[in-house]
């Protein structure tokens, strides 16, 4: 299996609203990443979990907050979005550092749209 | 800071002909992987290819190779035989060694003529 497996694969919400995206991976990779992803861009790192812990944050506003309950799973929690958030979201896992194969495979992405 | 540039937005190629897309990158580590991703309007990201920067030969799988050259910081993707299905934007991205963190160039485009 090597598959990561978003859910949903569209999202529309409102300003006010909490919604959570999902992420799943069965790799057994111990490195998981959210990306968010505007339009004919690059992807640009949200966070990194190494081992379920948090280990890189770049700055991210905190109506954005990432989860990892277990070592296959990754949420990111929504809140209080703006408009200018809408994008697609990827996650991506890899395996942790100084192993082998050590390219990030990535889901299929959740579109988001904050109206 | 590492960065990676690449410096064509958009290329377009003839089916059956053989294109290379640039890549240079700025890094002072002598260790760390380079990639090839490619992404299609499906959305998810593929990998291409991969290169060590400890391997001096240059990676191939089937129609991809890349043009390593450690010296000049420049990682070139070669697609021979074009395809239809190989029209995407493709993506440069670099990792170090020790730190889970890929950077990505911004992108070219490839339009596959028929």
């Known amino acids: 299996d090597t598959e990561v497996t978003q859910t949903p694969k569209h999202l529309v919400m409102g300003m006010t609203n909490k919604k959570s995206l999902k992420c799943e991976q069965h790799?057994?990779?111990?490195?998981m990443y959210w990306y968010k992803q505007k339009a004919k861009k690059p992807p640009e790192l949200m966070f990194v979990y190494s081992y379920e812990k948090l280990s890189i944050n770049e700055s991210v506003p905190s109506r954005f907050s990432p989860e990892c309950p277990n070592s296959s799973l990754l949420n990111l929690h929504l809140h209080a979005l703006q408009p200018e958030d809408s994008a697609l979201y990827l996650c991506?896992?890899?395996?942790?550092?100084?192993?082998?194969?050590?390219?990030?495979?990535f889901g299929q992405g959740t579109r988001l749209t904050v109206v | 800071a590492q960065t990676v540039t690449q410096s064509q937005p958009e290329m377009s190629v003839q089916e059956a002909e053989t294109v290379t897309l640039s890549c240079t990158y700025d890094t002072s580590e002598s260790d760390y992987y380079l990639f090839w991703y490619k992404q299609p309007p499906s959305r998810q990201m593929i990998l291409v290819i991969r290169?060590?920067?400890?391997?001096?030969q240059n990676a191939t799988e089937n129609r991809f190779s890349v043009n390593f050259q450690k010296a000049a910081k420049s990682f070139s993707l070669k697609i021979s035989d074009s395809q239809l299905g190989d029209a995407a934007m493709y993506f440069c991205a670099y990792r170090r060694v020790d730190f889970n963190k890929f950077y990505f160039g911004s992108g070219t485009k490839l339009n596959v003529k028929p």
């Open positions: 991506a896992s890899s395996q942790a550092l100084g192993q082998l194969n050590t390219e990030a495979f």
């Open positions: 790799m057994g990779h111990r490195a």
């Open positions: 290169q060590e920067a400890y391997k001096q």
